[in-house]
């Protein structure tokens, strides 16, 4: 049977790219660190994917099984030797942790096998896999490089499913929405995956995804949290959110029509798409999960200071994104790591010094003073 190796075994990864692959007819081996994963699944050796709708139609996912990188070092690279997939959704900040590993995978395989693997990052972030693949660099001798030419290939990838944080603890299950996106690309012919589309050019993909399902999730994740609302659902129930999450996917749509020539009804009607599945009253899907990570989400290409900025560049509006990046700004949750880290920042900094921190802003630039006229807003 044909093998992938995926690491992350939390949301996405159970609930979205594992379950393609065993859908597909491959085992699945899952790397992570949360033990207690990682032995159910080797004792279940399935679970369920449930559909987030009225009827939670679920399907059995089988052929899986799990390693603990922390523990099982060997056993995760004896894996790599004989994978034809290596997919990752753990997390952009974390991909440098595991890149050491892989690169000792790598170093074992192109010694004993001319077979091809393909390494493919699904997260939130442009270039994930291009980023990955540095890290890995990193920790290869020259003979490995150049032994991995027509081997080991990296494509980057755009992924789209909304999988909340589950409610059933102790369980493999995996709630999910039914509409799911997975855009990987490359110009070579890969085996056939299910729910895998092939494009030549990412970019156009992925900034529509992270500019339009991002950008409008954190819109509602960091207006929620300040009004007090538990998940997106509830949140967007508030007109005044709603219309403040479509004034700031004008914006990014008037850029991603401007940049990528798209249609503008059909933007408009895949805006609409988006906001019908924030709506999604089954996902309970909770704002302090899609607010996570601030400081990764104020960074300079992530969901709201690139579109901003680029819409600067062009001429266009953006004070709602200056607006959201505000929200942002004031997102305390005291169970983020990064949300306790920021707020220590903005105390100690300010916010625009913050902004140029973390955002590559400039300190006294116009997209700066129009959040700082936000933030101050929003903090009264
Ligand atoms: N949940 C979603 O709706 C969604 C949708 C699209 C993309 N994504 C992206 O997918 C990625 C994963 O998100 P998620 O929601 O599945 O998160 P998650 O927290 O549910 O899963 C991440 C998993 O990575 C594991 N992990 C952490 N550090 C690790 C390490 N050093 N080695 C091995 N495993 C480690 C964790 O234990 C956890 O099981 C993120 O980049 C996210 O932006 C999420
Ligand atoms: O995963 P993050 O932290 O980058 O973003 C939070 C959510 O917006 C995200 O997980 C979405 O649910 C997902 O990107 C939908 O495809």
Redesign the pocket.
Known sequence: MKEVLH???????R??IGALFSESGYHVTF????DE?IQQLNEQKSYQVKLATSTQESTAISNVSGLN??KQADEVVEAITGAEFLT?????T?LP??APLIARGLTKRVEQSDAKLYIIA????IG?TDILKQHIVEHLSEDTKQKMEGKIYFFNSA???????QENKGSLDVLVEPYYEWVVETTETLPSITGMKIVAELAPYIERKLFTVNTGHAVIAYLGYLAGKSTIDKTLADESIETQVRQTLNETGDYLVHQYRLNHEEHLAYIQKIIERFKNPYLH?GVT?VARAPIRKLGPEDRLVRPAVEAHKAGLAYTNLAKAIAAALLFNFEEDEEAIKLQAMIQEKGVATVLQEISGLEENGEITREVIKHYEALKN
């Not at 690491?7 to 990864?13: D, E, M």
């Not at 790397?31 to 949360?34: F, K, L, M």
């Open positions: 690491f992350g075994a939390g949301n996405i990864g609930g979205f790397v992570d660190i949360a994963i990188n922390l990752t959704a753990i997390g952009p974390i942790r595991i699904c997260e939130n972030q994930a992924v789209d499913r909304i999988v909340p944080i899907d999960r």
